[in-house]
């Protein structure tokens, strides 16, 4: 089972990253995704998550700028970030939740986002 992410990169604040987790070794229809972040010095937060059904939901931070979307023909699960803010600024990792189970437990590696002002 393997989650990778990638995306990440260098924008300056207002721009916009598109960033991709692609899934293997797993019914990916059947687990929910989940995108979080963490920066320097914080814990980490759930950021958006995206149910096996379609529903979403997202952190107050980020309502309004950021869409989570899922494929689940190509396995891949999307989070599109518009008007980054430098606050934005961390690791972002995509995690994987069996739908019967309350807990991610499968986990990609990050891919770092930088927002500079």
């Known amino acids: 089972v393997q989650l990778q992410a990638s995306g990440g990169g260098l924008v300056q604040a207002g721009g916009s990253l598109r960033l991709s987790c692609a899934a293997s070794g797993l019914t990916f229809s059947s687990y929910a995704m989940g995108w979080f972040r963490q920066a320097p010095g914080k814990q980490r937060e759930l950021v958006a998550a995206?149910?096996?059904?379609?529903?979403?939901n997202y952190a107050d931070s980020v309502k309004g700028r950021f869409t989570v979307s899922r494929d689940n023909a190509k396995n891949t699960v999307y989070l599109q970030m518009n008007n980054l803010k430098p606050e934005d600024t961390a690791v972002y990792y995509c995690?994987?939740?069996?739908?019967?189970?309350?807990?991610?437990?499968?986990w990609g590696q990050g891919t770092l986002v930088t927002v500079s002002s």
């Open positions: 995206i149910h096996s059904g379609g529903a979403t």
């Open positions: 995690a994987a939740r069996y739908v019967t189970t309350s807990r991610f437990a499968i």
